[in-house]
């Protein structure tokens, strides 16, 4: 955040000259409304009535008044006291039982409260709203909706530039709504306006600093990215208001200079200049709030003297006149890749920052329900949770980054599954095997199997069609990888034996082997996926699969790859697209031809989160009990919200996944 400010100071210093700027152009307002009851008024929000726009109104926060109802000439149509009104923002069609959600402050209380509103001209209808407890004192809200998942969040600016995320959801009953925190965050000193454009992106002003571009995703990386500066910028000594037009524009209300800049998001928020506003000889002054909706501009007019605080309202094609910037189309709504939920989540891991990385499924054929998933904490250890997430078992045997098993390994005459690990403690392979009666995990490598890398980081396990003999590949983040014949011992340990090195120019870590196919896929990060025989000697030569310059579909980094199988040689394969927080499918057999990506979004009904940043993934088409009667993807969630919490992994069902891409269920045709 530091450099970009530094940055964008050193471009805007060289920039601005020392010459006097000229007075921006004025443009008229086309009304104004009654002034405030109380002591000052800020935030305003438009209720569009799409059938009779002359019915629109404007619904006001009038402080001590509580909330005023403008039509569009001014008029004060009603005041309706429900509470100490500092600021408001509204969503049409998303309130419990119909009708638009209007979120308002209530300075005394600091307390966001929530309305159902009809035509404005009624009193709003008061909606129960649990679960919130701002920790900040609360200046500013603002709401917004998600493009990715249509979640509805609500902002919450206050002291010390504190912002908290909360996402709201209809209560159980429909009465009311609930509130679930999705994040906090901080700019350093205090915020006191937003605006969301429900395509991405929300816009917070920070008085003395500026104004600030953060990804509205919760999932998503906090990186916040300057819009304009304060002083060294645009912007004269105060950022206030801010909106954004239907024609995606923004607008900041330049407070000191009594004045209000525009911008262009979609050319890189270039400045496109600044004009003021007047009802007639009476200039808009300190203007507070500004809102854009239902084709009208209401800014706050905080000193209108003599009278006390109002709003000025314009129409925003007058806007664009006055500063001669042609009028344009709403921008196109972003791309929606198809929704999935989960419907578990393991419990978090004990410890913060980047912990979970990768899940292995066994699958219990005798009892489908009490089937595992093995997760890597690749700060500690290894955790076997049970189908509804919960922990049966933790072994604190090093920092183990990539998990994978298979079963049928003979070891002291009878066949058992062997489960493998890359441990960057110990530098060498885990190994184990799992106790389908007790579902827990016993050491059983013949010692420390070195691998001879400095970091040993992804694996994945084959089992050769072709002589029954189990393999293991481990690679690193320098490119290097390598395979080992997994050996039993007279003793009943278990030892890797090196058959061949198999190195990459960049890094790689994802990789997963069709055992019927006798073929290897591994992700090279910043590269895309390669194809190979997995086979010691022979096999297919290496070629790339999908590379992520030519797959739109793919943002590096590739992380985590499984197979999702439909028989002996059709199926699925399923690859972690980190950089854009989503799934690609590839067609097992042929080609491996690209079938379609998709997202796991927010599930409100179970109260888990989407899934983000993952790391490593896997997918089975065998039955793991109720509600996973098709299988199910298991993937890492590198961003665990709503509440924050340490991350964790989520499981998916395959009737989901299936449903949102078209495709086909195991068993099903």
């Known amino acids: 955040m530091r450099s970009s400010l530094m940055a964008l100071a050193a471009a805007l210093a060289a920039s601005t000259a020392t010459a006097q700027t000229p007075p921006p152009p004025t443009v008229a307002a086309s009304a104004e409304t009654a002034a405030t009851k ?127 995320q909360w996402s709201l959801y209809p209560a159980a ?40 571009r953060l990804v509205v995703e919760p999932e998503a990386e906090i990186v916040p990215e300057i819009v304009d500066i304060v002083r060294l910028g645009h912007i004269t000594e105060e950022a206030k208001g801010v909106a954004v037009a239907p024609d995606g524009r923004l607008i900041v209300a330049d407070a000191s200079a009594n004045r209000l800049n525009l911008y262009d998001p979609e050319a890189d928020f270039a400045y496109l200049g600044s004009v003021a506003m007047a009802a007639g000889a009476d200039a808009v002054e300190d203007p507070g709030s500004v809102t854009a909706a239902g084709g009208l501009l209401i800014v706050a007019d905080d000193d209108n003297s003599p009278e006390m605080p109002n709003f000025k309202i314009a129409s925003w094609q007058a806007v664009l006149d006055a500063a001669k910037l042609p009028a344009r189309p709403a921008p196109a709504a972003p791309k929606r890749m198809p929704l999935v939920h989960a419907t578990v989540e393991t419990e978090p891991m004990e410890t913060g920052g980047d912990a979970a990385d990768d ?44 998990v994978d098993l298979r079963e049928g390994f003979r070891l002291g005459g009878k066949p058992v599954t062997l489960v493998t690990a890359s441990n960057r403690t110990t530098k060498g392979i885990s190994i184990y095997t799992l106790d389908p009666a007790t579902r827990q995990l016993t050491d059983v490598a013949d010692g420390i199997q070195t691998t001879g890398f400095d970091d040993p980081y992804g694996l994945c396990m084959y089992r050769s ?129 690209y079938v379609g990506s998709f997202v796991v979004g927010a599930n409100a009904a179970a109260g888990i989160d989407g899934v983000s940043e993952t790391d490593g993934l896997d997918v089975t088409s065998s039955s793991a009990g109720p509600g996973f009667e098709g299988g199910f993807m298991i993937a890492q969630d590198g961003r665990n919200v709503s509440p924050p919490e340490h991350q964790n992994f989520k499981l998916v069902p395959w009737k989901g996944i299936a449903a949102a891409l078209g495709l086909e269920t195991a068993g099903k045709r």
Request: one cysteine or more.
């Open 38 to 164: 109380s002591t000052g008024t800020d935030g305003a929000a438009v209720l569009v009535d799409a059938a009779d726009p002359a019915r629109s109104v404007i619904l006001a926060g009038a402080e001590s008044a509580g909330l005023d109802v403008f039509d569009a000439r001014g008029q004060r149509i009603a005041t309706h006291a429900i509470g100490n009104i500092r600021a408001v923002d509204l969503r049409a069609g998303v309130a419990p039982g119909g009708g638009a959600l209007l979120a308002a402050l209530d300075g005394p209380s600091n307390m966001p409260r929530l309305f159902r509103v009809t035509d404005g001209r009624a009193a709003p209808v008061p909606l129960a709203l649990a679960g919130l407890k701002p920790d900040l004192t609360v200046a500013g809200l603002c709401l917004a909706r998600s493009h990715r998942d249509d979640t509805l969040y609500l902002f919450l600016l206050g002291d010390h530039g504190g912002i908290e």
């Open 173 to 212: 009953g429909g009465a009311g709504m609930e509130a679930r925190l999705a994040r906090r965050m901080a700019l350093g000193s205090e915020t006191g306006y937003c605006a969301a454009d429900d395509r991405g992106s929300v816009y917070i002003s920070q008085e003395v600093v500026g104004v600030w």
């Open 359 to 402: 899940p292995a499924i066994w699958i219990d054929r005798n009892d489908p329900s009490r089937s595992v998933v093995i997760g890597t904490q690749k700060q500690s250890g290894l955790y076997v949770y049970d189908m509804s997430g919960k922990k049966i078992q933790y072994l604190a045997d090093g920092r183990m980054n990539n």
């Open 465 to 593: 069609a072709k002589g029954g003999r189990t393999y293991v590949f481990v690679n690193q983040t320098d490119g290097k990888m390598r395979q080992w014949e997994l050996v039993a011992t007279p003793a009943g340990k278990v030892q890797a034996k090196l058959v061949r090195d198999l190195p990459f120019t960049t890094q790689v870590e994802g990789c997963v082997a069709d055992d019927e196919a006798g073929v290897l896929y591994v992700g090279e990060e910043d590269v895309g996926i390669w194809r190979q025989g997995a086979e010691p000697r022979g096999g297919e030569p290496r070629r790339m699969m999908a590379a992520i310059k030519d797959n739109p579909a793919l943002k590096d980094d590739v992380e985590g790859m499984s197979l999702y199988r439909l028989d002996a040689k059709r199926g699925y394969l399923i690859v972690s697209s980190q950089g854009n927080d989503s799934y690609a499918v590839f067609r097992r057999e042929g080609n491996n031809a």
